[in-house]
């Protein structure tokens, strides 16, 4: 069932899930904390700040996907993700595959139409509450998404990706694969990010 939101972002609800995942603080005494609840991360970097995380926001093309196939184990890792954050995905699906390529994984996949996809991205961020997001893009439509977003996360694939895009974040990856992994391994973020 296609739908519109306020803004005239047309979405596809693909399935989103509830889930319930606690996990115990650990190494609090060294000053690194983390925790997991209901859709939610919470990581404290030392000397960085906190992040409390409800939803990770992904473009499509060039970030999960390339040629508009998903990469290989993009759909696992998604559904891991999925169990503490809610998965937003937005696309102007240039290659007409994202939903087919989504099946299966628990995620919102919100289909972006007509012009300036960059303040759709931006204002879609905004609504679901910034300081609550992690975005993750490659492409210049990505950049105001990276910059509004609590922590943005780049990512080179072999669309490559765009010097906006790059300095709009925070952390660049090789691969959504390794972004993801940040999340559900949280010392890799703090390791990167602590001062």
Known sequence: M????????VYIPIVMIPTFVSVPNFSASRGEHFA????MVSIDVPGYGQFSLEHFVTDFSGTLSEDGILLKNVDEKLNLLADTLHIHVLSSDTFGKA???LQG???TLHILEGADHTAQKERYVAQLGAERVVALGNGNNDVAMLRAAALGICVCLKEGCSVEALTASRILVASPLDAIDLLLFPKRLIATLRR
């Open 2 to 9: 296609i739908q519109k939101n306020a803004i005239g972002i």
């Open 36 to 39: 997991y609840n209901t859709s």
């Open 99 to 101: 939903r087919e390529q």
């Open 105 to 107: 994984v628990r995620c």
